[in-house]
């Protein structure tokens, strides 16, 4: 079981340009949530997805940003035209319900805006 | 809206003491989770406690849920360096998926 996969890693990208994070779930899960984390801070909600379906994207900045799970894939986080302010930790986590459950959670992408 | 608050921020202890970290909810919960991050990595699920009053061991760590459900304590005795990370509480989400996370106490342990 490879856990939830998430790249790239790190991710470099100048004021303005687009930023596309990367998140393969748990095999068999269809729930994908996606976090933020800012330097010596607690996680943040953003996201939430099913297969094909945007459940809950209350936390997610009304402008600049989307998330998509398709049918086939893994989950994108996409940001367009970033500034400086979206430098944070991006973690993504799965489950195979819904409901509250401990969170297996990627490795991260973690976006510097230069 | 909903808030999970953590004390204390940073906690400095030699290897050997104990140490605790304090959760509490500004609303009742029906379950709290306990995340441990080290340095540079991601959140590692640690437990989960719904029931009032509940007590878990892991090791050398005891979680506890308080009656109210609304605050909950992770202690460790003995610290290790292995213990060095920072420790998340997390509550659901009031009506919604997803939780809320405490600002989390991150644990310096000095040999």
């Known amino acids: 079981n490879a856990g939830v996969m998430q790249n790239p890693r790190h991710l470099v990208r100048r004021r303005g340009q687009e930023a596309r994070l990367r998140c393969s779930p748990m095999?068999?899960?269809?729930?994908v949530y996606w976090y933020r984390q800012l330097p010596e801070e607690g996680l943040k909600f953003m996201v939430y997805?099913?297969?094909?379906?945007?459940?809950?994207e209350s936390g997610m900045p009304k402008e600049r940003f989307s998330a998509e799970f398709p049918k086939e894939g893994p989950s994108i986080l996409r940001i367009q035209q970033v500034v400086r302010g979206d430098s944070a930790a991006y973690f993504c986590?799965?489950?195979?319900?819904?409901?509250?459950?401990?969170?297996?959670f990627g490795s991260g992408t973690r976006l510097t805006v230069v | 809206g909903q808030q999970v608050m953590q004390i204390p921020q940073y906690q400095h202890v030699q290897e050997g003491e104990d140490f605790t970290t304090y959760c509490n909810s500004s609303?009742?919960?029906?379950?709290i989770q306990w995340y441990k991050q080290r340095p540079g990595g991601h959140p590692v699920f640690l437990i989960q406690l719904v029931k009032s009053g509940e007590v878990k061991k892991q090791k050398r760590l005891t979680f506890q849920f308080g009656e109210a459900k609304k605050n909950s304590s992770l202690h460790i005795t003995a610290t290790q360096t292995t213990d060095v990370g920072t420790y998340f509480c997390?509550?659901?989400?009031?009506?919604?998926?997803?939780?809320?996370f405490g600002k989390g106490t991150h644990l310096i342990i000095q040999p």
């Open positions: 997805l099913q297969k094909e379906n945007i459940i809950d």
């Open positions: 997390a509550g659901p989400r009031g009506g919604a998926d997803g939780l809320t």
């Open positions: 609303t009742t919960l029906s379950n």
């Open positions: 986590a799965s489950s195979p319900t819904t409901g509250t459950y401990g969170y297996t």
């Open positions: 095999k068999g899960h269809s729930h």
